[in-house]
């Protein structure tokens, strides 16, 4: 059974930043601008946020290949930008929430009859996202990247608790978004029925900055 990680963001998702430039533009102040490539710089301090995109679903599949696990159709992050040098370069976030609406997941593993709720703990995460458009998302020293899945089953409550070291996901300014493919988690804790691996797939757009879109110079 699965269980979505932060993002993550997922997450938490996280989760978290800007999306990448199809090419950086010269002319761009800092690696994370709104309303175009080369736009106005996003300052220190400012919120990011992003839903899942329209008409996809965030997954915990067991395999990489497989289609078993727990599909999400809510999810957002969100992120605190604590640097943005100018471009070419690496942007810095604090990931601060990555939420999922335990209400629209759905589990299709033998024995499970619904998700009771899905949390990301351990935050704040640290994110960067360069000017390639690469996005890494690190726990803070010494911790780990975790998500908690309680899952109703036959059998009644199971509780799945996955760890990842990071996250790598990839940034792109074609609709301002960020993708997390097949990211994987190793189960911690929880009972047969929890899956021995978890990999986290999610596309979060658009990132916007007070509803500006953000793109990465």
């Given at each position: ?103 629209t997941c759905t589990s299709n593993v033998t024995g499970v009859l619904g998700v009771n ?11 960067s996202v360069s000017s390639d458009g690469t996005l890494s998302v690190a726990p803070a020293?010494?911790?780990t990247i975790q998500t908690t899945v309680k899952l109703r089953t036959l059998l009644g ?61």
């Amino acid at each position: 059974m699965r269980t979505f990680l932060a993002l993550a963001g997922t997450v938490t998702a996280l989760t978290v930043a800007a999306a990448v430039p199809a090419s950086a533009s010269a002319d761009a102040s800092a690696v994370l601008t709104t309303g175009a490539v080369g736009g106005t710089a996003v300052a220190v301090g400012d919120t990011l946020t992003a839903p899942l995109a329209a008409g996809t679903s965030a997954t915990l599949y067991s395999s990489a290949t497989g289609t078993s696990g727990v599909t999400c159709k809510a999810s957002q992050f969100t992120a605190q930008v604590t640097g943005n040098p100018a471009a070419p370069g690496s942007a810095t976030e604090s990931v601060t929430g990555h939420t999922f609406d335990s209400s629209t997941c759905t589990s299709n593993v033998t024995g499970v009859l619904g998700v009771n709720g899905i949390t990301v703990d351990h935050l704040p995460y640290t994110a960067s996202v360069s000017s390639d458009g690469t996005l890494s998302v690190a726990p803070a020293s010494g911790s780990t990247i975790q998500t908690t899945v309680k899952l109703r089953t036959l059998l009644g409550s199971v509780t799945c608790v996955y760890q990842a070291p990071s996250l790598t996901g990839k940034a792109s300014n074609t609709d301002n978004s960020i993708t997390f493919t097949n990211q994987q988690f190793t189960k911690v804790s929880g009972s047969s029925l929890c899956f021995a691996s978890g990999y986290f797939t999610a596309k979060y757009a658009p990132v916007t900055d007070a509803g500006a879109p953000v793109f990465v110079n």
